[in-house]
């Protein structure tokens, strides 16, 4: 059973540019949800999606950030206009669907690591 | 506002000893804890998690203590390997919700 699989593992974006970054979840599992990580700072939430629907974006920036996770495919979390300070290690982690007690355990990928030049 | 609290963000253990890392939280709500533990160039991976009706939960070198009064847990690993150096993050999460919030980490070295 594969893991959570996120790609590209690096990218390089100059600044204005769009980012993509795209994230497998583990089969079966249902629940996506994004981190970003700066430099010498802890992992913070930006979103959580099940298919088809965003259930929270409290952490999203308001401007130039957007996130989905449709019914077929990855999800992918989108850059547009990209600046310098967009530059960090971005983690994408998923859960599987819940039934009886939650466990809140999510299994993250290898991240993104962003750099706009 | 951060909710869950790492104020170490650095600890060196000498192999063999007892590493213990600290986390405080302020939401009275969250009711499942978690530790995670991160490796350079790496996802984090969980490593051991507590249910706010216990105060102890222990796996292998690995014991998280939870004093909700206090609204603290700490981790203890027990002896400390050179292995276990990485950075450990506490997470926190509140009744039924998915969402879990993350602490700063904390970076343990190991030294041999």
């Known amino acids: 059973n594969a893991g959570v699989m996120q790609n590209p593992r690096h990218l390089v974006r100059r600044r204005g540019q769009e980012a993509r970054l795209r994230c497998s979840p583990m089969?079966?599992?249902?629940?996506v949800y994004w981190y970003r990580q700066l430099p010498e700072e802890g992992l913070k939430f930006m979103v959580y999606l099940q298919k088809e629907n965003i259930i929270d974006e409290s952490g999203m920036p308001k401007e130039r950030f957007s996130a989905e996770f449709p019914k077929e495919g990855p999800s992918i979390l989108r850059i547009q206009q990209v600046v310098r300070g967009d530059s960090a290690a971005y983690f994408c982690a998923s859960s599987p669907p819940t039934s009886g007690t939650p466990t809140y355990e999510q299994y993250f990928g290898p991240g993104t690591r962003l750099t706009v030049t | 506002d951060q909710q869950v609290k790492q104020n170490s963000p650095s600890l060196s253990v000498q192999e063999g000893r007892i590493s213990i890392l600290n986390c405080d939280y302020t939401n009275s709500m969250f009711d499942y804890f978690l530790w995670y533990k991160k490796y350079p160039a790496e996802g984090p991976t969980f490593l051991i998690s507590i249910s706010s009706i216990k105060d102890k939960n222990e796996d292998g070198r690995f014991t998280v203590f939870l004093n909700k009064s206090a609204k603290h847990l700490s981790l203890h690993i027990v002896p400390s390997q050179p292995g276990d150096s990485a950075v450990y993050f506490c997470a926190a999460a509140e009744g039924g919700y998915q969402k879990v919030t993350f602490g700063t980490g904390t970076k343990l070295q190991v030294i041999p």
């Open positions: 089969k079966g599992h249902s629940h």
